[in-house]
């Protein structure tokens, strides 16, 4: 049975921790569904991590669509969120129009970023039927460099009342990314929706890492992240392999193609004869 949105409460409740990767194509997707993740977010991290850009706020609503898609293709069991990319939520009716635009092309629910400011999008949204994650704490689409976000008593208190305000206004879930810990767990603590946490500590009702960080394809590991596999040793060593092979002419052998069988091969050579010389 598909999940819902709310499902997640009672994981919250029962202290079952929610596992949340990032996905933007099809066959990882496929791979992190049927490895088990309960959520997959097509975040906008796929800027950084996929489409070559030096941050996310140049993503835009058509590649959100494109990955998510492709994405919800590969997706049978797993909650897809799709991320709602920078200035695709300025207005509750932009927001409105932009989170259905996902929702058709396979999302379940979306996320966005912002704290209190928020409330009127997700109220919205949520009027609209829509599901939504909230993200605190370090705001990519902010700009400005990734950095701990809630480390003075005063950004500390803002935090706590901007969760507060996300989940009255309807959030089912948020992310908390690059915050301390002790204020992870309070947050934690506080709210009846599940939190996520990326660089947030081990107290988050559940976590979010970037795909390509945890499969150890990223070019640096961060300390909020961890490679738990070595991805790109895998991929150079398949792709040398493939390379090699190709220039000693060992790939492919007769037996990667399919044949004629030896009477059309025989025809066509006497035909070729006849009518294709110069
Ligand atoms: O876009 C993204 O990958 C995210 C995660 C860091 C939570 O927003």
């Not at 990519?140 to 976000?149: H, L, N, Y």
């Amino acid at each position: 049975m598909r999940k819902q949105a709310r499902s997640f409460a009672v994981k919250k409740d029962t202290r079952s921790p929610i596992a949340m990767l990032t996905a933007y194509d099809c066959p990882t997707a496929r791979i992190i569904d049927e490895c088990g993740a309960d959520i997959i977010l097509v975040g906008d991290s796929v800027g950084t991590n996929v489409l070559g850009y030096d941050d996310t706020t140049k993503v835009t609503m058509d590649d959100m669509i494109h990955h998510t898609a492709a994405v919800a293709r590969g997706v049978r069991r797993a909650f897809v969120i799709g991320d709602m990319p920078y200035h695709s939520y300025n207005t509750p009716a932009r927001a409105l129009a932009n989170a259905r635009a996902l929702l058709r092309c396979g999302a379940r629910a979306v996320k966005l970023e912002g704290g209190a400011k928020m409330v009127p999008i997700v109220r919205a949204l949520r009027t609209g039927g829509i599901d939504v994650c909230g993200h605190l704490g370090y705001l990519p689409q902010s700009g400005g460099k990734p950095g701990i976000v809630g480390k003075t008593l005063a950004e500390a208190k803002t935090l706590v009342a901007d969760a507060l305000a996300l989940q009255k206004a309807g959030a089912f879930m948020i992310v908390l990314e690059l915050i301390p810990k002790e204020l992870a767990r309070a947050v934690t603590h506080l709210l009846w929706v599940p939190t996520v946490g990326i660089g947030a500590g081990p107290y988050c009702d559940g976590q979010v890492q970037v795909f390509h960080d945890a499969a150890g394809l990223s070019p640096r590991v961060y300390r909020h992240a961890k490679a738990f596999g070595r991805g790109k040793e895998m991929f150079a060593t398949a792709v040398s392999q493939y390379v090699k092979e190709v220039k000693e002419r060992t790939f492919p052998t007769g037996e990667n193609a399919s044949a004629l069988t030896d009477e059309v091969a025989t025809e066509l050579e006497s035909w070729i004869v006849k009518n294709c010389r110069l």
